[in-house]
């Protein structure tokens, strides 16, 4: 089991709680594409898969690390050293190259300097993107370049786990099928589990698995119902 999760509720405060999931359980390699409307949750069980968020209570568990029992520091960690994120926005520092901002993930990840330097190379090789915008800034990339540093960079480090938010809300169809063949190629070479929000229905084909948050939520109606019964 890659990832598992269980009784888990979270809210961002004290009202009715934003998330309340009993069980959801993802095999390692699996690609997961996670729908839901809008509002619903999903960036936010993103962040918690990734440990960028911690849940009031119940656990998660992110190969065999319960992350729900590391301090920030530890979550940090982890997350350095097992997963890759790709954000809607891709989050590139403005002022460094493409290349240092691909070389940013390896940071804090088990590779030395020289390894990290020669697996971006082959990444922005690999994803296509011309060898004379490596060294330009992050701000004066096209989006379509910034998307595939972005994918470079969550993969930089052969993260066992892929994130990806909406990577391809702000992608031309053209440039949204790319990604979305370089992405699923990536995943499959290095074996990862992939998790991937998006609006797009369209994109659901590329995956094996497609789960609705809101039949992995228990709603708050049958909760007061069980309430109800316990009492
Ligand atoms: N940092 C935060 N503090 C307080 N509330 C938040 C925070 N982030 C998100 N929310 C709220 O939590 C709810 C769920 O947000 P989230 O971004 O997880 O939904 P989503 O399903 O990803 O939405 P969308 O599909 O529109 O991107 C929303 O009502 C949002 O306003």
């Known amino acids: ?33 996670l729908k839901g409307a ?8 993103l962040q918690l898969l990734a440990g960028l968020l911690s849940p009031q209570s119940g656990h998660i568990n992110v190969f065999g690390t319960q ?28 002022y460094l190259s ?6 940013l993930s390896g940071e804090f990840g088990k ?8 697996r971006a190379r082959e990444l922005l090789t690999q994803l296509q993107l011309p060898e004379s915008t490596w060294q330009q800034q992050g701000r004066i990339l096209s989006i379509g370049q910034q998307q595939r540093v972005a994918i470079a960079r969550a993969l930089l480090s052969s993260p066992k786990l892929l994130i990806a938010d909406e990577p391809t809300s ?12 370089t992405l699923m ?19 659901a084909d590329y ?5 609705n948050l809101s039949d992995l939520c228990q709603s708050q109606s049958r909760l007061n119902e069980e309430r109800h019964n316990v009492l």
């Open 207 to 211: 995956f094996d698995r497609r789960d």
């Open 170 to 181: 702000a992608l031309d169809e053209d440039n949204r099928d790319a990604f979305m063949r």
């Open 38 to 45: 809008s509002g619903s949750g999903k960036s936010t069980l």
């Open 185 to 203: 190629e990536l995943a499959d070479t290095q074996n990862s589990t992939l998790i991937f929000v998006s609006h797009d229905a369209r994109l």
């Open 1 to 33: 089991m890659s990832i598992s999760l269980n009784d888990l509720i979270f809210s961002y405060d004290q009202t009715a709680p934003l998330l309340n999931i009993p069980s959801w359980e993802i095999e390692q390699g699996e690609k997961v594409f």
């Open 67 to 94: 992350l729900d029992a590391l301090s920030q520091r530890q979550r940090d960690r982890f997350r350095a050293e097992n997963i890759g994120y790709i954000f809607q926005q891709f989050n590139l520092i403005p």
């Open 111 to 118: 590779s030395n300097k020289q390894e990290n330097q020669s």
């Open 98 to 103: 493409a290349f240092d901002n691909v070389l």
